[in-house]
């Protein structure tokens, strides 16, 4: 997929970086990038995703913008009060870049429909606010063989992680068990630090630079300001991935 003149210019700055060249471009716009929850995670991975020309990025959310989202959900703004999230989203992600594809899915993500809402995508990106869907979305990037790109928040802590199906741990082998669903406070930059996280790591996964979150948990405190690594393996016994 060769570049026009104007993505080019439009990327030049990244283009630039010996590591990623032309051919990294190239690979990011011929991406399929699945943004599962159009949130906070959802806001700034997006917007990066976005200006950093993955040629189709996918929205899904079925929620509206409510007026307690706005401390975080940058992609939405007063105006966008009561409009989906999804609609919002996509227009904000249209106007930030009209060279990509942005689709609109204005869907609950559930185990029925999981498959069908993911067809044809390259990778997905965890922005979902509870485990449930988490773990659905695990069980089904292991199904399809994509990269799971997983983030998470909560007060001043945010994680993230990369899934590689059959050769990294997956969520199920790290978090077991779902934590008990409930409004989880969050500081207001803690999912912008994480989102672009995941989308640094998207970026890196299709533009083929390593070192990646693979087999290992960042743990990003906005309190003390620090960034952990923890190395993580593979459960045999996950219900998901083991045996
Ligand atoms: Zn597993």
Redesign the pocket.
């Known amino acids: 997929m060769t570049l026009t003149n104007r993505e080019l210019t439009r990327y030049d700055r990244q283009i630039r970086m010996q590591e990623f060249g032309k051919k990294g471009q190239e690979n990011l716009k011929k991406a399929h990038v699945v943004v599962a929850g159009a949130g906070g995670l959802g806001s700034s991975a997006g917007i990066y995703l976005a200006t950093s020309g993955i040629g189709h990025i996918s929205i899904i959310d079925h929620e509206a913008v409510e007026l307690s989202n706005l401390n975080r959900q940058i992609l939405h703004w007063e105006r966008d009060i009561g409009k989906s999230k999804v609609e919002s989203a996509v227009e904000k992600l249209r106007q930030i870049n009209s060279d990509i594809e942005v689709t609109d899915i204005e869907k609950e993500i559930k185990e029925e429909n999981v498959l069908e809402l993911l067809k044809g995508a390259d990778a997905i990106v965890d922005c979902m606010d509870n485990f449930h869907t988490r773990f659905i979305l695990n069980d089904a990037a292991l199904k399809l063989n994509i990269p799971f790109f997983h983030g998470a928040c909560y007060g001043f802590e945010g994680r993230a992680t990369t899934i590689i199906p059959k050769k990294t741990?997956?969520l199920?082998?790290i978090i077991p068990k779902s934590p008990p669903e409930k409004k989880v406070p969050i500081m207001s930059t803690t999912p912008g630090t994480i989102g672009t996280i995941q989308a640094t790591e998207v970026i890196k996964f299709f533009a083929g630079i390593k070192p990646l979150l693979t087999s290992k948990l960042l743990i990003y405190d906005s309190w003390y300001l620090t960034y952990d690594l923890i190395k993580i393996e593979?459960?045999r016994k996950?219900p998901?991935?083991?045996g």
């Open positions: 741990p997956c199920r082998c593979r459960n996950c998901s991935c083991g």
